[in-house]
């Protein structure tokens, strides 16, 4: 069974840092991988998707790598802002039409 | 992107009534649905795979006669809480696929009195 661990499971940063966040899975036998974003009691508002054939995606400030072999993957944030503040998942799609595995996500504070 | 809508987006209701949580894909249609659970500070839970025109299927610890599902549709999944308890208390959210993507609900904020 596929696990996905995340770490750290909370971050507390300045604003203007750059910060990585980590996610390692079990199985390397994966579809593609999403990043998601979590307010407090709000719903997943996807960052970004990594296909199993790609090293990495990038929108914005975030880039999102992928080291299949080695069942990780990294979210970079540059520049952190306040508005960063959330929780970030990392979620595995181990086969087209099959659920998502999530990690337990990073707490993200971003302080002004 | 595509859009899954939840509906409603909050509910109260008291121990032993049950409650009908409807996940609608707005604009593609759906064959499968999940449905999540997550609790206060934790990742979300898959509970069940919703089949169109089947019976859904459950994940391991997951009573079926507690949490039921029916997928009527290509667009509609419901997720009916039986005979709810304070301890289905929990934010349910569903997701459907599309192409590559899995695409989220809003989620569905449960308290049961």
């Known amino acids: 069974k596929q696990e996905v661990t995340q770490i750290p499971a909370a971050l507390s940063v300045p604003e203007g840092e750059n910060l990585v966040l980590n996610c390692s899975f079990t199985?390397?036998?994966?579809?593609?991988l999403q990043w998601f974003r979590q307010d407090p009691g709000k719903g997943l508002t996807s960052l970004l998707l990594?296909?199993?054939?790609?090293r990495e995606q990038t929108s914005g400030r975030l880039n999102a790598s992928l080291d299949k072999s080695s069942g990780r993957s990294t979210l970079y944030i540059a520049a952190s802002q306040p508005g960063d503040s959330a929780t970030y998942l990392c979620?595995?799609?181990?086969?087209?039409?099959?659920?998502?595995?999530f990690g337990k996500g990073t707490s993200l504070l971003v302080t002004p | 992107g595509a859009v899954v809508s939840q509906h409603p987006s909050r509910v109260i209701c008291k121990s032993g009534t049950s409650v009908k949580i409807e996940c609608r894909s707005l604009?593609?249609?759906?064959?499968?649905m999940f449905w999540y659970r997550q609790f206060p500070k934790k990742s979300l839970m898959l509970m069940a795979t919703?089949?169109?025109?089947?019976?859904?299927?459950?994940e391991q610890g997951v009573e079926k006669d507690k949490f039921l599902i029916n997928h009527a549709s290509l667009t509609l999944s419901t997720l009916t809480v039986t005979s709810a308890h304070p301890e289905d208390s929990s934010f349910y959210i569903c997701?459907?696929?599309?192409?590559?993507?899995?695409?989220f609900g809003p989620g569905t904020r449960l308290t049961v009195t």
């Open positions: 990594i296909q199993s054939s790609q």
């Open positions: 979620a595995v799609h181990s086969n087209s039409g099959y659920a998502l595995n």
């Open positions: 199985d390397s036998a994966i579809y593609n």
């Open positions: 919703s089949n169109e025109g089947s019976k859904a299927t459950y």
């Open positions: 997701s459907a696929p599309t192409g590559l993507e899995q695409y």
């Open positions: 604009d593609f249609q759906a064959t499968t």
